[in-house]
């Protein structure tokens, strides 16, 4: 390959990766404490009602933790993961799912990602149509950590 099309196919690389983060939703006033907690007692809520222990964690949207909190008994792994999750979904602003995702269409690069863990379970927290934090949960399958989250979104009105 000619030094010349190696950086011709750079530069379309770059100009799609560049595309592509711009589809992403603007960034917006920080999640508030009264909010984190009621999306959190949505997501315990859910998790109780099917018999999950879950961690859920909240984070402002820069990823810094907003409120915590672990059910009885939920596996210790389950503390930072969720963490995680959340920090993934308000940083990157999509669901953790989307790398997930990405990975098992054989985008295996994106494993090298800082900060980017492709688990189910991190939602982003929107509101009027930007990114104000990220809720991540984690203890049950991953398709159940997502529905926990989604629930306790849907409980708090968004």
Known sequence: MSVSRFILG??????????????????GQDVNL??????????AAESKK???RMAIAIVDNHGFLVYY????????ASVQIALDKA????TFRRP?????DGIK??????????????IEGGVPIMAGGKVIG????????????????????????L
């Open 69 to 76: 909190e672990r059910m009885d008994d939920t596996q210790t």
């Open 134 to 157: 990220g809720v991540g949960v984690s203890g049950a399958n991953s398709d159940q950590d997502a529905q926990a989250a989604m629930a306790g979104l849907k409980a708090a009105g």
């Open 105 to 118: 269409g054989g985008r295996v690069a994106l494993l090298g990602l800082s900060g980017a863990t492709p």
């Open 34 to 43: 009264e909010l984190a907690k009621k999306i959190a007692a949505g997501a």
């Open 10 to 27: 750079l530069g379309f690389m770059l100009f799609a990766a560049g595309a592509v983060a711009q589809d992403r939703p603007p960034y």
């Open 87 to 90: 920090k993934t979904a308000a």
């Open 96 to 100: 953790s799912k989307a790398f997930e």
């Open 50 to 52: 099917n018999g999950w």
